[in-house]
């Protein structure tokens, strides 16, 4: 990984070259996305915008004429243009000039609520339009599973209702893995165990968290289309606390005796076991309020 960072940052050509082949392998490799992002959040970060548009747009002219050759059109290129390359390309921006990524963090939180919001203002019936496109990805597996039809479709039905939330975390999920990534990468070229050390300071402002709650508690004690927008904006709003879990969640881990096995642990739990997701969500949550860390360094001090 190190050598790939190292060749993107010889030059514009050659970063613009890395997002365009990793743009088209990860139409067999989705993974390949996160790194093709992080190219582009990569120069930015250290270069500064100019540079980062410039092989933004580079990157953009490469995949149109490997789109065009390839598949006989240049959509492919202007999906990724616009939807993961401009976008890790201005969290990176806001990144380098602010220097706080918990800012950006919240910013990309409140953005899923925004379009949440957007969604459910412009579209009439997000979930009947969800119940379509999963009924029909889903009706060839149906032969496949002991499940009764009955049973599969009441399942999409109730899915449905959330995939306006699912949607705006797996997009700001990418987002945030390929700026991750890119940090991660001038971490280790520029700046070594910087970005461990951003990470795991990671804390969500007061006011946040209680705006959090609000939504929450306005999805639990609501009915009808009013708790079905809050529940679906809760779902970016968790992302953002199972980001700040996890660092508040691996320093409290790293202050015990055997750090060296319940780490990999932690994380192996974290990726195996969905349910595992919402404790650590609660606990980025409560530590606006209790501070953890801090406790936690001032018992190992006593």
């Known amino acids: 990984m190190r050598f790939l960072a190292d060749y993107i940052m010889r030059g514009r050509w050659q970063a613009a070259g890395v997002a365009s082949v990793l743009a088209f392998l990860s139409l067999l490799l989705p993974p390949a996305s996160i790194l ?6 990569l120069v930015t970060l250290r270069r500064g915008a100019h540079d980062g548009v410039f092989v933004l747009l580079l990157a953009c002219a490469i995949s149109t004429a490997l789109s065009l050759l390839l598949l006989g059109n240049y959509l492919f290129a202007l999906v990724y243009g616009f939807v993961l390359w401009l976008p890790v390309w201005v969290i990176s921006i806001i990144l380098r000039e602010s220097g706080r990524l918990t800012f950006v963090l919240q910013i990309l939180a409140v953005f899923g609520v925004i379009s949440i919001a957007i969604v459910y203002f412009f579209v009439t019936e997000p979930a009947a339009l969800w119940n379509q496109l999963l009924s029909v990805a889903v009706e060839p597996m149906l032969s496949r599973t002991e499940a009764t039809e009955t049973e599969v479709h009441q399942a999409i039905t109730n899915m449905a209702q959330y995939m306006t939330g699912i949607a705006a975390m797996g997009f700001i999920s990418g987002l945030l893995l390929g700026l991750f990534l890119g940090r991660w990468w001038q971490s280790v070229l520029f700046n070594p165990g910087g970005f461990r050390q951003e990470y795991l300071a990671l804390r969500a402002q007061s006011g946040f968290a209680i705006g959090s709650v609000l939504v929450v508690l306005l999805a639990i004690f609501s009915s009808g289309k009013i708790s079905e927008v ?4 809760s779902i970016p709003l968790f992302l953002f606390y199972i980001f700040i879990g996890t660092a508040i969640a691996h320093t409290l881990i790293t202050a015990m005796k055997n750090k060296r096995y319940l780490l990999p642990v932690f994380y192996v739990l974290l990726f195996m076991l969905p349910h595992a ?8 949550l409560s530590d606006s309020w209790l501070n953890l860390r801090s406790r936690v360094s001032n018992h190992t001090r006593a």
């Open 230 to 233: 809050a529940w679906n904006m």
């Open 277 to 284: 997701l919402l404790p650590v969500a609660l606990i980025g």
């Open 36 to 41: 093709s992002s992080a190219t582009i959040a």
